[in-house]
């Protein structure tokens, strides 16, 4: 090579088709750890290494390296599975991880702690079950998020079909997969492609699809790369209107990187959407910039080239203009629990899971709870984009059975919780993930209860409020759409954001730069004080800060690096 | 003539006397003391090559550079700065500070800190080992050593930029001179780490232009001296430096890394050697033995032609945990109980009888009414030292010695029990303590000559402790003989002894082969013998290369099922008779190439 590539571009080109010697750092038993660079391509295959960071300082003492162990996260498009899988699933959590399964903010199951040397034997089991992990992270297409509204069946099946149909046809190709984790003969061979739609180099990027369908964007559309909303005609799906160029994360003091919302681009038909959403991949995949990685995500290209050369550049690729967006409404983003009948008369519940952790504790056997219903259940479930579940297309006949169950495990369908914890997100964070910077869900009900004293002591103990933690910047709670938002900067200490809408149509912005649980409570205090006072009926809170000026309804980049109150 | 050296490490009044003196001699009389000198020095140093000062004028600066880093940005300026200081002639070493030896430092000539700050002030992982060895109490006088520091930071934080600013006042503290102040960069440093960068090679390469690189720290310390007063009967009192311990968490076991001071002793070991070790009694064990007998503690009683109170004589000098034959058999003569001296007519029942019992069991159940403290203690034999193998090589450590202790714990006869040392080693030494050791040369257990040799060593449990100093000593040797560990243990998560020193030795090329064995994480039981079968065909290789073999450990099961598998190795891959392949391998003991130091 003349030119020297950027370290991940190089990585991939030289990975042959992710394969790296994945293979054989697993082999390796006198270490729990793969290579840098295999960390990196694992991804691609829907895993990678974290260590037990609680343990780091002890472990480096007694000359023993940390405890590695890797997260496994796996494509289910839509976050729809059947029974017979959740069994399968439910016991793989035993067979080969912490015993947990966790529910993720993009609609699928994450293990954690999985030893080296069981990774090959749950990408196995996840297999047999039919599933599997690929680019559930990666630079790649991740998995495809839908609107889980269960009212109008027959669209929503349609709509996860859909979202299916994209999450298979944009998914990477090589024979890595099978090779390493399912023992398949190699198949490599100089010069051969693996790849037809990515190629060598794959994405740039990350790069996600969400689905809403009005009113509810539980799935928090417009923060994704493409946002498809659906658009319903007489009870009948037509088509999608487009938007591009959404995003969370962003990187402290780099006032280059901001979270974004995606830009409204126009109207697909229906049959049109699959390849429609490959055309926009394939823009990404050829002007997404590979020089600088922290510049590389589809939200920065559309946000460098303007959207009308975006749509220029899709009536080329795509050999068609899009028609303009359709008009629709967005209400909330925050999941509607209890039990709901569908039109067909199918019932289904939502149950609340905190951050999503289906675990047995000795409070909550909830873990059992949901095996026991699996193995009743006739329809299927469904994991939401808040990290909750449905068991959904429960038969009239069947329904007492469920609510039995429900009953004998007190499981909790939004009524066992103060109000604000049904609308709180945290991320992983401590002492798991490797880039956090404070705690976030082992501190969220911390945090909440204080603040629900607060509210309960203003008199509005029911009221919703959007309220995320993450432990970094990054985004993985998409902390920038929260009412009220952490993102954490050292051990105890955060930053402050506020703003943001009650549907994941208006960003929050940095309110107070690194601060503790003190400053914090007694910034929200008074302003929750305030609209205690003089909020307006059915109003959310994120909108009377703005209505009554504590903060504008404007949102720049510099506001999300550059604190309103210093 | 008035020399100037702004970097030579000599004091004011040093360099004084020196300019006193070149003033008066003539050419002919510095050319012959520059000669002296050089052969002073190596004298000194032994058959080491030394550099004549003329030759250290021509030869560049040598710096070192380490990073401490977290998200890669300060590495980023580390290998600006190489890049930079390579360009202008000077010999660089770029590290990141985990893979750095501390104890290099005192060697170092110039040294260049990069760090950034993590959290509330702490330093990032990979800085950890060194920033605690430099404020630490093996931290070594540095002298003569040169640096600077810059440290990376966000002044949104209260603690900014702190681990630079820590780095930068212990290495002032030991005695290092800045070469130019410490800079402290926020979160856009790119502007501030040039000037630094640029300021810090312009300061070097005009020293370099002035003068002679500086000798490094070690050639100023002093030597130990070569001969010691203390042996097995004088054992010298060592300060303990670190007591660590290596079970993660979950272990069923209990081991130790131990480390002591043999500074001013002048006391020297091989690797392969053992320690020496005399402990003390549990004083509550010598409390409730002296309650079982009715004595009083601060009695005297005769020890050896000396007094000692009792209690004394129980805790240093004898040994109580341990019931020997003689001693019950002593005991039943004068205790004339029926029960045991019926007890005594049958051998196997004595011995069974003594397992896990000790001298209070005796005490409380044969009860001697007639005895006296002086009579007692007569009876009982002298506490004796405990050997470990050591676990360190002193061409690494210097005047350190280490060693690994697994703690003895267990219940019999519905009392906790422990072993002697280890328990003291482990609960009730105190942080300043000073441990009585020798050391206990073992002919029969040391590396090769011949430093091109492979070997093969066989070590699960604390059995790999010597491994640990053959690798220490075989890595400053610059041996370039192959080296594979077989280690073993119960679970690969909580007890791989030393298993981050083995993966950055293995990492470097010095461990050219690793196999391990852990019993206990699958269902069947795998042990460091059906690992050496399954390699059957290399050790095979290996032993026509001229490998030596070592063993440490038990000696009750894994020795001997490891010399089953080498016999059967050598009378498969050897096309063997069991009687020759038997043969063969004591003809390897005869040889000094199949050694065991097992227990």
Known sequence: MNTKLPEAEQLKLDSRYLRGTIAEGLDDVVTGAISEDDNKLTKFHGSYMQDHRDLRDERRRQKLEPLYSFMVRLRIAGGVVTPQQWLGLDAIADDCSNGTLRITTRQTF??????????????????????????????????????????????????????????????WQSGAYAEIW???????????????????????????????????????????????????????????????????????????????LATMAGFVPKDQ??????????????????????????????????????????????????????????VRNGDRFGWIQGEDGQWHLTLYIYSGRVADTEALQLRTALREIAKVHTGEFRMTCNQNLIIANISPEQKPVIEQLVEHYQLDIGERHPALRLNAMACVALPTCALAMAESERYLPTFLSKLEQIMSDVGLPEELINIRITGCPNGCARPYLGEIALTGKAIGRYNLNLGADFSGQRLNRLYLENVDETTILNTLKPMIEQFAAEREQDEHFGDFLIRVGILGAERTPEMMHKPLVD | MNIRLPNAPLTDEQLQQLNNLLQTLEGWQVDWLSGYLSGYRAAQYGNQPIDTVSNQAEQSIKLTILYGSQTGNTEAVAAQLAEKAKVSGIEVKLLDMAEYKPRDLKNEQFLAVLTSTHGEGEPPDNAMDLYE?????????????????????????????????????????????AVIPRVDCDVDYDALAEKWIAEFIETLTSSMQASAAPPSASAIMSQAPDTTQYDRKHPFPAPLLENQLLSGRGSSKEVRHIEI???????????????????????????????????????????????????????????????????????????????????????????????????????????????????????????????????????????????????????????????????????????????????????????????????????????????????????????????????????????????????????????????????????????????????????????????????????????????????????????????????????????????????
């Not at chain 1, 061979?189 to 180099?201: D, I, N």
């Not at chain 1, 080329?316 to 303009?324: R, S």
């Not at chain 2, 603690?159 to 630079?164: A, H, M, N, P």
């Not at chain 2, 003594?354 to 002298?382: M, S, T, W």
């Open chain 1, 182 to 260: 399912l023992g398949e003969q190699c198949v490599y061979q100089p010069g051969k492609s693996e790849e037809p739609f990515y190629g060598e180099r794959y994405l740039p990027r990350k790069f996600k699809i969400g689905i809403a369908i009005p009113p509810e964007n539980d799935s928090d559309v417009l923060a994704n790369d493409i946002a498809l909303i659906a658009i319903i005609e007489n009870d009948e799906l037509v088509g999608f209107n487009v938007a591009v160029g959404g995003g969370m994360g962003m990187t402290y003091g780099e006032t280059a990187t901001f979270p974004r």
């Open chain 2, 133 to 177: 060895f430099l404020n630490g109490r093996k931290a070594p006088g540095l002298k003569g050593l040169q640096y600077s520091v810059l440290s990376l930071g966000d002044s949104s934080y209260e603690f900014f930029c702190q681990t630079g600013k820590d780095f930068d006042e212990r290495l002032q503290k030991l005695g290092a001179t």
């Open chain 1, 273 to 330: 959407i699959v390849k429609a959403c490959e055309t926009i991949a394939a823009i990404q995949r050829d002007f997404g910039d590979r020089s600088i990685r922290a510049h590389a995500r589809f939200k920065y290209t559309i946000d460098d080239h303007g959207i009308d050369w975006f749509n220029e550049k899709f009536t080329e690729y795509h050999g068609e203009a899009m028609t303009p967006a359709k008009p629709f409404e967005l």
């Open chain 2, 261 to 599: 001071s043999l500074e001013g002793s002048g006391l020297h070991y091989q690797p392969g050697d053992a320690l020496g070790i005399y402990p003390q009694n549990d004083p509550i064990l010598v409390a409730t033995l002296i309650d079982a007998l009715g004595f009083d503690g601060e009695s005297q009683v005769e020890l050896d032609e000396q007094s000692e109170t009792l209690i004394n004589a129980l805790m240093h000098h004898r040994e109580i945990t341990v019931l020997t034959r003689p001693l019950v058999e002593k005991w039943a003569e004068l205790a004339q109980s029926d029960e045991l001296n019926t007890l005594m007519e049958n051998k196997a029942a004595v011995t069974e009888w003594l397992r896990g019992r000790d001298v209070l069991d005796l005490v409380q159940q044969y009860p001697l009414p007639e005895i006296d403290a002086n009579g007692f203690i007569k009876l009982l034999r002298k506490l004796p030292p405990r050997l470990y193998s050591i676990a360190s090589s002193q061409a690494a450590v210097d005047e350190e010695v280490h060693i690994t202790v697994a703690t003895v714990r267990y219940n019999a006869h519905n009392r906790e029990r422990g072993g002697v040392a280890s328990t003291w080693l482990a609960d009730r030494l105190a942080e300043d303590a000073t441990i009585p050791v020798y050391i206990d040369t073992n002919k029969n257990f040391k590396l090769p000559a011949d430093d091109d040799l492979p070997i093969i060593m066989i070590g699960p449990g604390t059995g790999v402790a010597p491994f640990r100093s053959f690798m220490q000593e075989r890595e400053e040797r610059g041996a370039r003989g192959p080296n594979w560990l077989f280690f073993g243990d119960q679970h690969f998560l909580t007890d791989f002894l030393y298993q981050t020193e083995w993966l950055s030795w293995r990492k470097s090329g010095l461990l050219t082969h690793l196999d391990v064995a852990f019993s206990r994480d699958q269902a069947e039981k795998i042990y460091v013998q059906h690992r050496i079968r399954e390699k059957s065909i290399e050790i095979w290789n290996w032993l026509q290369d001229g490998a030596h073999i070592y063993v440490c450990g038990d000696a009750d099961n894994m020795a001997p099922d490891v010399n089953e598998a080498l016999i059967d190795i050598i009378s498969q891959q050897g096309n063997k008779s069991r009687d020759d392949a038997t043969e063969f391998l004591r003809q390897l003991t005869r040889d000094k190439r199949y050694q065991r130091d097992v227990y």
């Open chain 1, 110 to 171: 994450q293990y954690h702690e999985v030893l080296k040397k069981d990774l090959r034997s749950l990408m196995q089991q996840v297999n047999a079950v039919g599933l599997d992990t690929k680019g559930a992270c990666g630079d790649v297409n991740r998995n495809v998020v839908t609107n889980v509204n269960p009212h109008q069946s027959s669209v929503h099946a349609e709509v996860h079909q859909i979202s299916q149909a994209i999450s298979d046809h944009l998914c």
